[in-house]
């Protein structure tokens, strides 16, 4: 059962770091070439349309396995396999989920209301997200290799 965890919270970490990495190199800078009222508009259209249930369950399911991984990853096996398990998942918990609750949405909400200009969002909102990315591709390394 803890191998099937650690499995399946290592392929949420990638595919979502695989989303984070995709509004990276593409979606954003491709938001950054449009006149900022459009980019804008794309951009609430894009935080609306992620709210679905399969981003759902791989966003936050991840977050739910990493989270009882973390928990029991003391309890369990050799050392160095539940260091690694406990370390690959809080550094999805912190660096995805964290971020994402702390700035992101946060960012997401204020573009929302038309309480934040579009050059500096797209700048931080961008820069944030290359850190989700990385820490969902180091929390899914860290987890394959536990």
């Known amino acids: 059962m803890l191998d099937v965890a650690t499995a399946a919270a290592a392929v949420g970490s990638a595919l979502v770091a695989g989303i984070m990495l995709a509004f990276s190199v593409s979606v954003m800078p491709g938001l950054g070439r449009r006149p900022d009222d459009q980019a804008a508009a794309a951009m609430r259209a894009m935080n609306a349309a992620i709210l679905n249930p399969l981003f759902g369950v791989v966003f936050g399911g ?10 029991t990853a003391p309890f ?8 690694l398990r406990a370390t690959g998942s809080l550094v999805y918990l912190v660096g995805v989920i964290g971020v994402t609750a702390a700035v992101n949405v946060p960012m997401n909400e204020a573009l929302d209301r038309d309480d934040a200009t579009w050059p500096g969002y797209l700048r ?19 987890l394959v290799a536990a």
Do not use: Q
């Open 62 to 71: 991840t977050a739910l396995v990493a989270a009882a991984l973390a928990v």
């Open 76 to 83: 369990t096996g050799d050392e160095g396999s539940a260091a």
């Open 124 to 142: 931080r909102w961008t820069a944030w997200n290359h850190l989700r990315a990385v820490a969902g591709v180091v929390a899914a390394a860290l």
